[in-house]
């Protein structure tokens, strides 16, 4: 992975940047997990079930700052496949937990080999330390509280 041009100009639209930038890495992070038959967004979500736990589909959701009807998505192919299981909630029976089943664990455990290799080659060509700066600056975005009715409440008032 090398750099066209390690300045390049940035462009005025931030939605834009994001979306060129994480499209970028999907399909590099994609690449490297080729050979497991897993997609990047796949080994994310057996990732965090293996780190977090059975957690309920909303707070995986949450986890990942999709809307419920996304991670169902996501969930389906894992599902099928035998990777996770989706049982009705344990303390509210509206909820869905999901968990790694054990055959998730083992995929999940194979995965990791290719993503810290994927890791690894983004960083030796980004930089560590950038790498690092920009995980914290992905992090600050994501947490931000940017509210839809804002931007209608704005467009309603322009001259």
């Not at 462009?11 to 992070?29: D, E, H, L, P, Q």
């Not at 991670?71 to 909630?89: A, Q």
């Not at 790498?131 to 947490?143: G, T």
């Amino acid at each position: 992975m090398t750099a066209k041009n390690d300045h390049p100009t940035p462009g005025v639209c931030n939605s834009t940047a994001i979306r060129k930038a994480a499209r970028r890495m999907t399909r590099f992070y994609d690449a490297c997990m080729a050979e497991t038959d897993l997609r990047a967004t796949q080994y994310t979500i057996l990732s965090l079930l293996a780190s977090q736990g059975s957690v309920t589909m909303a707070t995986l959701a949450e986890m990942l700052s999709m809307d419920r009807a996304t991670i169902g998505h996501n969930l389906r192919p894992l599902e099928r496949e035998g990777l996770v299981t989706i049982e009705v909630g344990q303390r509210d029976r509206r909820e869905r937990e999901v968990a790694l089943s054990s055959l998730g664990v083992k995929r999940e455990k194979e995965g990791k080999v290719h993503w810290i290799k994927a890791q690894a080659r983004f960083e030796e060509a980004f930089g560590k330390n950038d790498a690092l700066v920009m995980r914290r600056l992905m992090a600050r975005i994501a947490a931000l509280d940017l509210e839809v009715d804002e931007c209608t409440r704005t467009a309603q008032h322009a001259p």
